[in-house]
């Protein structure tokens, strides 16, 4: 525990050193899962109290259940995170060589089809299902490759939840003010602030430039993105919103 307490401190006011110590090659998941669940858990108790004019394109069904109903949302944000880690590493090599607005435009275009067949229907339903499919199989490759720096990446996305259960307090507040504004400004303050972790972390592993650096994140978060958005057109219900609202 103590160690989980040293790293949460280390991911907010001294990031370098924190991310340093993650993708380190002997670096341990335990204070990183440890962060992750406290935080899981914590949010599952507020989730209960927000309204759902706060989040009008997340189903009904996803609000006003009690707290236990959103600890769902913890194995279905490991599943989506450790996708995420394992593809990155393959992103930035893809962004580390060439030119990089060629590149830029070829991950739009691929962006902009994985969108397009996650939002699919009628006769073209059969893409939708083999999105998570494909997901699962270019994860699995790419792990395969990097053990070592996919192992890392995920354990930084764990600990990221330092961010997410610093803004707790500040969610709080928004919910027992009932104000909406406050709850979008400060859900997009973390959302930046834990991209921004994962562009330094993968800078530090890669030693590439920024600017690469960051389309990597981005491209793979926007694909992940399309898999959450595929992935609640095809579970059911309760799962979907649980998937959308946390």
Same mark, same amino acid.
């Given at each position: 525990m103590r160690q989980a307490v040293r790293l949460f401190f280390d991911i907010l006011r001294r990031p370098a050193a924190g991310l340093s110590a993650l993708t380190a090659k002997d670096s341990d998941l335990k204070a990183p899962i440890i962060i992750f669940a406290l935080y899981s858990a914590l949010h599952a108790l507020i989730?209960?109290?927000?309204?759902?004019?706060?989040?009008?394109?997340v189903p009904a069904p996803a609000f006003g259940n009690p707290f236990y109903y959103y600890l769902w949302a913890a194995p279905?944000?490991?599943?989506?995170?450790?996708?995420?880690?394992?593809?990155?590493? #393959?992103?930035?090599?893809?962004? #580390?060589?060439?030119?990089?607005?060629?590149?830029?435009?070829?991950?739009?275009?691929?962006?902009?089809?994985?969108?397009?067949?996650? #939002?699919?229907?009628?006769?073209?339903?059969?893409?939708s299902w083999l999105l998570p499919a494909a997901f699962i199989a270019?994860?699995?490759? #790419?792990?395969?490759?990097?053990?070592?720096e996919s192992r890392a990446m995920f354990a930084v996305i764990l600990a990221a939840s330092a961010v997410s259960l610093a803004m707790l307090p500040v969610?709080?507040?928004?919910?027992?003010?009932n104000s909406k504004t406050l709850f979008e400004i400060f859900s997009a303050i973390e959302a930046v602030w834990i991209?921004?972790?994962?562009?330094?972390?993968?800078?530090?592993?890669?030693?590439?430039?920024?600017?690469?650096?960051?389309?990597?994140?981005?491209?793979?978060?926007?694909?992940c993105g399309a898999l959450i958005f595929g992935l609640a057109r095809l579970l059911p219900d309760y799962l979907a919103a649980i998937l959308l609202i946390c």
């Open positions: 989730l209960p109290g927000l309204s759902p004019a706060f989040m009008p394109e279905l944000n490991l599943f989506i995170g450790a996708l995420l880690a394992a593809i990155l590493p #393959s992103a930035a090599s893809f962004f #580390s060589a060439g030119r990089i607005a060629a590149r830029v435009l070829w991950a739009a275009l691929v962006s902009i089809v994985v969108f397009i067949a996650a #939002s699919a229907s009628g006769k073209t339903a059969a893409a270019l994860a699995a490759a #790419s792990a395969a490759r990097r053990v070592r969610e709080m507040l928004s919910i027992y003010l991209l921004w972790l994962l562009v330094k972390a993968l800078g530090l592993m890669r030693h590439l430039s920024a600017p690469r650096t960051a389309a990597a994140v981005f491209f793979t978060a926007a694909l």
